[in-house]
C-alpha cells in the first residue's frame, strides 16, 4: 500500500522559476489593471449615457501554455491568449448583458447599445439588480494569487517528457502512455458597478486582481488486452514551485496503474465504505451543491431546509476561509464584489450557512453569504481524527469493506439525494488489502451517506478548492458479480 500513501507526501519541487512580485503585470499580459479601470470607467459612462442607472463592467485577459507529450515524444502545444468585455445593464428590474472581444471605443458603445436593447425588452424580475450597497467589500486582501511561471514550450516538454519517463520505467508492466502535460495558465481581471449613475464611492464596487494555475499530470497502463488497467496523478498549484516534482508524479502514476493490475469483481454485497482522500472531496461537492442558493429556491435539493439541522454526526466540522494564501478556492470577493468571511459551514454535524449570492438570498428572504462564483476554500474535518490516522490506520477502522479509489460517471441526484457510481478500488480485510476491485457499482442516499461518516483521516489531501482526508462511511451496497 506505499503507493496509495505516497500521495501525502510528494516533496515540492524547488527548481522552477521564481516567482515575480504579486500583482504585478508582467509583459505578457498586454493590458495593465489601470487600462482595464479606464475601460470600466468607459464602458459605465456609456450606459449611462444611454439612461441606465445601474451597471456592472467587467474586462479580462488570459494566456497560458499548454504542452502534451506520448510515448516519449512530443504530442501538442497550445498557446490562449484571450480577452474580454462584459457589460450588463438594469433599466430597473429589466436586465440585459452584452460582451465583445475588442475593446476598440466603438466595439464598447455597440456592446453597451446591445446590453441595453436587451433590457429593453427581457422581462422584469423584481429581485434583479446590483448586491445591496451594504455587502459591498470595503477591505481588499492581498492574497499571494499570482505567481507567473516564466516557462517556455521546450522547457514544457522537456518536463512532461520526464514525468512521464519516470512512469515508464517503473515497471515493464507498464506497457503504454495516454500522455503526461504541464499547463502554465495567467489571468487578470477588472470589474466595476455603478449605482443611481454614480461610480467609484464607498457601496459601489470597483476592484480586481491577477491570480495563476499551474500544474502537470502524467496517465500510464499497465498490461494488455482485458487486463489492461490505468490510472493518472497530477499536481496543480498557484505557484509553480509547490508542484510536486515530475519524478515523483510520474512514479506515482504508475504504482497507482500497477496496483490495480489483476481487478476482479465482487459478489453484491453491503460493507463499509472508505473513499479515498481526492474522492472524499467530491462528496464535500455534492453537499455544497445541496445547500447553494439555485438549487434551495428552485427546490431541487435534497437538503431543503436544512439550516440548523443536523445533517452530519456531531464529530464532523466543516470550515471556509477565503483568505488562505496561494489558495486555489482564495479570493477577497466574490463575483459581485460582497465581502466574504470566513466561518464554520457545519459545526458539530449542524448546518451554519448556506453558500449563497445576491439574487438567490433575495428568492430565499435572506442575505447574500458571497458566493456569487461559488464556495472558496473548504476544510472538512473529524473531531475524532488523531494525528496517526493516515490511510494505514484508516484502512484498519475500515476491518472489512471496500476501499474506492476510482469513481465513473455521474449518478448523483441532487433533488432526491440518490447516490450511484461505477467504481474500483480494495477489497479489505481485517485492515490489510486483498486484491484490487473493478466493475462494480456503490449504491447509497447522501443523506444516509453524510449521517453515516464514521471517520476522517489524518491524509488530508486538497482537490481544488477543497481539503478532506479520507472518509469512511458505515454501510453502503455493493453491487457486483
Request: hydrophobic letters at 40%; a positive charge.
Amino acid at each position: 500500500m506505499a503507493c496509495i500513501i505516497a500521495a501525502s507526501t510528494l516533496k515540492l519541487m524547488n527548481h522552477m522559476p521564481k516567482k515575480s512580485a504579486p500583482n504585478a503585470s508582467p509583459a505578457a499580459f498586454q493590458f495593465s489593471q489601470d487600462q482595464f479601470k479606464a475601460l470600466v470607467a468607459e464602458t459605465l459612462d456609456q450606459a449611462k449615457r444611454l439612461g441606465a442607472g445601474e451597471a456592472v463592467a467587467e474586462v479580462s485577459e488570459a494566456y497560458g501554455l499548454s504542452v502534451s507529450v506520448r510515448n516519449r515524444e512530443l504530442e501538442n502545444v497550445e498557446r490562449n491568449r484571450d480577452k474580454s468585455l462584459g457589460v450588463t445593464v438594469y433599466l430597473g428590474h429589466h436586465r440585459g448583458h452584452a460582451s465583445t472581444s475588442d475593446f476598440s471605443g466603438k466595439a464598447i458603445k455597440d456592446t453597451v447599445q446591445a446590453a441595453y436593447d436587451i433590457a429593453r425588452f427581457t422581462a422584469e424580475d423584481p429581485l434583479a439588480g446590483l448586491p445591496d450597497a451594504q455587502d459591498i467589500v470595503t477591505e481588499v486582501k492581498d492574497l499571494d494569487l499570482f505567481h507567473p511561471w516564466a516557462i517556455d514550450a521546450a522547457e514544457a516538454a522537456t518536463l512532461a517528457l520526464s514525468c512521464e519517463a519516470a512512469a515508464l520505467k517503473t515497471s515493464k508492466q507498464i506497457t503504454n502512455s495516454e500522455g503526461a502535460s504541464v499547463s502554465a495558465q495567467h489571468a487578470h481581471f477588472y470589474a466595476g458597478h455603478m449605482r443611481g449613475g454614480e461610480t467609484g464611492r464607498p457601496g459601489i464596487f470597483q476592484g480586481g486582481y491577477a491570480s495563476t494555475r499551474h500544474s502537470m499530470g502524467v496517465s500510464v497502463i499497465a498490461g494488455k488486452g482485458d487486463a489492461m488497467q490505468r490510472d493518472a496523478w497530477y499536481t496543480s498549484m498557484r505557484d509553480a514551485n509547490a508542484l510536486a516534482p515530475a519524478a515523483a508524479i510520474g512514479r506515482y502514476a504508475a504504482q497507482r496503474t500497477l496496483s490495480r493490475v489483476g481487478a476482479r469483481k465482487i459478489k453484491t454485497t453491503q460493507c463499509p465504505v472508505l473513499f479515498e482522500a481526492p474522492l472524499a472531496a467530491g462528496l464535500l461537492g455534492s453537499f455544497v451543491h445541496a445547500i447553494s442558493g439555485g438549487a434551495l429556491y428552485r427546490k431541487t435539493t435534497f437538503l431543503l431546509d436544512s439550516l440548523g439541522q443536523t445533517i452530519f454526526p456531531k464529530h464532523v466540522d466543516i470550515f471556509e476561509d477565503p483568505f488562505i494564501p496561494k489558495g486555489k478556492g482564495s479570493s477577497p470577493f466574490d463575483d459581485e464584489g460582497v465581502t466574504v468571511r470566513a466561518r464554520h459551514v457545519v459545526k458539530g454535524g449542524v448546518v451554519q450557512g448556506y453558500f449563497l449570492g445576491s439574487y438567490s438570498a433575495r428568492k430565499l428572504g435572506m442575505r447574500t453569504t458571497g458566493h456569487a462564483g461559488g464556495s472558496h476554500n473548504l476544510i472538512m474535518s473529524s473531531r475524532r481524527t488523531q494525528e496517526g490516522d493516515h490511510l494505514e490506520e484508516m484502512l484498519k477502522k475500515l476491518g472489512r469493506g471496500l476501499f474506492v479509489t476510482d469513481l465513473m460517471g455521474h449518478g448523483v441526484n441532487g433533488v432526491t439525494g440518490d447516490y450511484s457510481r461505477g467504481a474500483s478500488g480494495f477489497w479489505v480485510e481485517n485492515g490489510e488489502i486483498q486484491f484490487p476491485v473493478q466493475e462494480i457499482t456503490i449504491a447509497g442516499n447522501l443523506r444516509d451517506m453524510f449521517k453515516g461518516i464514521q471517520a476522517i483521516g489524518s491524509d488530508a489531501y486538497n482537490h481544488g478548492a477543497k481539503t478532506v482526508g479520507s472518509v469512511l462511511i458505515n454501510r453502503m451496497k455493493i453491487a457486483g458479480a
